[in-house]
T-cell receptor, first 109, second 112 residues
Framework: QKEVEQNSGPLSVPEGAIASLNCTYS??????FFWYRQYSGKSPELIMF????GDKEDGRFTAQLNKASQYVSLLIRDSQPSDSATYLC?????????FGTGTRLTIIP | DTAVSQTPKYLVTQMGNDKSIKCEQN?????MYWYKQDSKKFLKIMFS???????INETVPNRFSPKSPDKAHLNLHINSLELGDSAVYFC???????????FGSGTQLSVL
């Protein structure tokens, strides 16, 4: 079992709709959870982080964490073509950040 | 002003050669990392240094040797390059305990 699992996609979402990205992790001791966005040919950039169960909202982005289910998700509201990218889920324990393989998201105009 | 800078951006070389990648950060961070991203976009940690001290050393062949002359620099030297070393190598930095990584622009290594 991979430590951090994501559906590789591609996930296609119409412009203006909600994009929902999911991630599961295997280590129950994971402490911090992150979403990075990576445009093709570019480096990953942090867009959201969450430490506690529940929802965390930042603009059009909402991160959701359920530690009991070992599940993290990212919702993108009012999806824009500029949101088209690969989204990497990452979990951290003892300063070691482990990434998933990413979900490729395409927003269709 | 580039926060985390890596050189070179592209590196094309023959099997068996030795090459180095350099990384510098001007963010004042005390922890730096090397990550390898393969063709399937899987980003895997290789090494982590805190204030010049090695703190994470994943299962990486000992052909790979990191060096940190000071907390703002972390270089990666690779001996006897193999085809499987072809990947994008990312340097990253953070403050210890922060966990929010800032990545460099990556070095695309192609071994022929």
């Amino acid at each position: 079992q991979k430590e951090v699992e994501q559906n590789s996609g591609p996930l296609s979402v119409p412009e203006g709709a909600i994009a929902s990205l999911n991630c599961t992790y295997s280590d129950r001791g994971s402490q911090s959870f992150f979403w990075y966005r990576q445009y093709s040919g570019k480096s990953p950039e942090l867009i959201m982080f969450i430490y506690s169960n529940g929802d965390k909202e930042d603009g059009r982005f909402t991160a959701q964490l359920n530690k009991a289910s070992q599940y993290v998700s990212l919702l993108i509201r009012d999806s824009q073509p500029s949101d088209s990218a690969t989204y990497l889920c990452a979990v951290s324990r003892n300063e070691k950040l482990t990434f998933g393989t990413g979900t490729r998201l395409t927003i269709i105009p | 002003d580039t926060a985390v800078s890596q050189t070179p951006k592209y590196l094309v070389t023959q099997m068996g050669n030795d090459k180095s990648i350099k990384c510098e950060q001007n963010l004042g961070h005390d922890t730096m990392y090397w990550y390898k991203q393969d063709s399937k976009k899987f980003l895997k940690i290789m090494f982590s240094y805190n204030n010049k001290e090695l703190i994470i050393n994943e299962t990486v062949p000992n052909r790979f040797s990191p060096k940190s002359p000071d907390k703002a620099h972390l270089n990666l030297h690779i001996n006897s390059l193999e085809l499987g070393d072809s990947a994008v190598y990312f340097c990253a930095s953070t403050d210890r305990g922060e966990e929010k990584l800032f990545f460099g622009s990556g070095t695309q290594l192609s071994v022929l």
